[in-house]
């Protein structure tokens, strides 16, 4: 018989009945009944329970004392449980083995928190001993998921013809939004690599060099803040690049990989599909946001016409959202206080709203300060009919998006227009190529400058670059977004007048893609990808809502490991091969609040700019 195991603890069953095993696992849990001592032993595998009597003295007093997670080797017997003893939700529950001999192979010490029965501890402790965390059902179930997607995303991109190709880790700083993690040379003196935040420019190049369809479970480090959706440090993506594509070519493929993976994994939960393509301006006007919970079965409406000539002066010459709620009227003065409280704690001074009743006509906060013609437009506007409240937002166009697309989610949740149970995914469209920096008023790209302006070179320059559009687009499910993509701009002269536009002078351009710019000139495809985050992609999957849920060795929030000790300090011996020296801050930096950088603490702009690099936010999300 092998040193540690005949079988696993998951694989017993009713015809090993009889058998003489051998098996190795964690001590799970311990009951004694009458002096018969019950063990769960777990391993990898699964769980199975052991029975030792009384009379097995030696197996009895090791097994009666040992604490919970010591690893042993059991030798014993496989016997059936009594009909009235089969537990029918664990696969090895018809059986039991009879225990006559123990070894211990492990000794737990007394442990910081128990494993089973799973109770709360807080993040930082789990974090701390997350290999404990780990053995967790939860988290290893996690894990396991997270590990059979990657092995699905693998096989469908073969199948699909695309051809798995590996990108640099160590590679050049590029400016690309988000901070990089630099690598310092010891053979350069003062020189630095940079850790990837993504391949785009190398898997670009790989579409150059005539590999016509790449993908990489590929690693992508930022320096960024941690939140729900994003893990600081590192994060990975489903890398995409197609050769010889438009935007439609691209939706074709991921939305197939995208709907078989989640039918294959969403336990149950239904993908609709097609996805809806969702131009980014009316994403933000029907839903408030451009990654939208299409769940919600409510949307926004445009009422700042209503208003211009109304009497109700609070919203005259404001932008003013309007969310009707069907079926709602009925509901007691408690359901709208609370869903204005929501939208306090989401930003807003208060939420407005009125109820429109089987006559037509009126009633609420508001109502008395609307005329009769205002109350006819406003109900033709927003399509009410009988039993519909209105809720209504109003002041600069973004802000009043932001906090009345939050509160469409939660008027949705708490009026029974949510709809659960499903994934709904969406492609959001058509992004500007340019915006307007609020505080220097100077235009800069607005996503990604490496996506070709619809209209090409002559949309650069006849129109207003405000006007100009980009073949960019996201791929959002459930309201968080995967990824970001685009069809690349592989032309020089678009590229160089693009950056024009944004401030980038010639020289500005070469000296940072000058090896992008060289690959263009000697004959590059039209190409285009995207890049989905395999983070998010098992957070949804898995129903958690935090993304370090489902890595198995995460940063914390404050990017930093508990566990190894990273980042940690370098000696003078290392630092002077490196030829480097460490600049202490000479002052106390305020404390960061929890999620949030020192800089941001300081109050520096947290905004990214993704620019040449696919937006998964570690995720993605």
């Not at 590229?495 to 060289?518: N, T």
Request: one cysteine or more; hydrophobic letters at 40%.
């Amino acid at each position: 018989m092998h040193r540690y195991r005949s079988h696993t603890c998951g694989e017993l069953r009713a015809a090993d009945v009889d058998t003489d095993v051998r098996l190795s696992g964690w001590l799970h849990n311990r009951r004694n009944l009458g002096g018969i001592l019950f063990i769960d032993l777990r391993d990898h595998y699964g769980l199975v329970q052991l029975v030792v009597r009384p009379d097995a003295t030696a197996a009895n007093d090791a097994l009666s004392s040992l604490p919970k997670e010591t690893v042993v080797r059991v030798d014993g017997r496989v016997i059936a449980r009594g009909a009235e003893n089969v537990n029918p939700d664990l696969p090895t529950g018809e059986i039991e083995v009879e225990v006559a001999e123990v070894e211990v192979l492990g000794a737990a010490e007394p442990l910081p928190f128990t494993v089973f029965p799973e109770d709360g501890v807080n993040e930082e402790r789990r974090l701390e001993y997350r290999f404990l965390d780990l053995r967790r059902e939860r988290m290893h179930r996690n894990i396991m998921l997270r590990s059979a997607v990657i092995a699905t995303l693998r096989q469908k991109m073969t199948g699909l013809g695309f051809t798995e190709l590996a990108t640099p880790i160590l590679s050049a700083t590029s400016p690309e939004g988000a901070r990089d993690f630099l690598v310092p040379s010891r053979l350069h003196a003062g020189r630095f690599y940079a850790l990837p935040q993504a391949p785009q420019q190398f898997k670009q190049l790989l579409m150059i060099a005539g590999f016509d369809r790449y993908f990489q479970i590929a690693p992508c480090f930022r320096d960024e803040d941690a939140r729900a959706d994003r893990s600081p440090g590192e994060f990975y993506q489903l890398d995409v690049e197609m050769s010889f594509v438009e935007q439609e070519d691209v939706f074709q493929v991921i939305e197939k990989v995208m709907t078989d993976l989640f039918e294959e994994f969403g336990g149950g939960r239904h993908v609709t599909s097609p996805f809806p393509r969702i131009p980014f301006r009316e994403a933000l006007l029907r839903y408030g946001s451009d990654k939208p919970d299409l769940r919600a079965r409510l949307e926004l409406v445009d009422v700042s016409h209503v208003f211009a000539d109304s009497g109700f002066k609070a919203f005259a010459g404001r932008h003013v959202r309007a969310l009707p709620v069907p079926d709602c009227a009925g509901q007691p003065r408690k359901f709208f206080d609370q869903l204005g409280e929501y939208a306090v704690e989401q930003g807003a001074k208060g939420l407005a709203w009125v109820r429109i009743g089987e006559d037509g006509t009126l009633t609420g906060p508001i109502a008395k300060f609307l005329t009769q013609e205002d109350t006819e437009r406003l109900v033709a506007e927003v399509g009410g009919k009988p039993g519909t409240a209105v809720f209504f937002g109003a002041g600069e166009f973004d802000e009043v998006s932001r906090i009345m697309g939050a509160v469409r989610v939660e008027a949705a949740r708490r009026a029974g227009h949510f709809e659960d149970g499903v994934f709904r995914f969406c492609w959001i469209v058509d992004f500007p190529m340019f915006e307007r920096n609020e505080d220097t008023g100077q235009v800069e790209f607005s996503h990604n400058p490496f996506s070709m302006p619809q209209g090409g070179l002559d949309a650069l320059l006849t129109q207003d670059p405000l006007d100009v559009l980009a073949w960019q687009y996201d791929i959002v499910c459930n309201g968080v977004e995967l990824s970001s993509g685009a069809i690349r701009n592989h032309e020089p002269d678009v590229m160089y007048k693009a950056f024009e536009i944004a401030g980038y002078g010639r020289e500005d351009v070469e000296r940072e893609f000058g090896g992008m710019l060289r690959a263009f000139r000697f004959g590059a495809p039209p190409h285009g990808g995207i890049a989905p985050g395999v983070d998010r992609i098992v957070m949804l999957l898995a129903d958690e809502p935090n993304i370090r849920e489902t890595i198995a060795f995460p940063l914390n929030g404050n990017a930093q490991d508990l566990l190894m000790g990273a980042p940690s300090e370098v000696d003078e011996a290392r630092l002077r091969e490196l030829h480097l020296s460490v600049r202490r801050p000479q002052t106390k930096v305020r404390q960061a609040a929890p999620g949030r950088s020192a800089g941001q603490a300081e109050g520096t702009d947290g905004a990214e700019r993704m620019e040449g690099a696919e937006r998964t936010d570690s995720s993605a999300p």
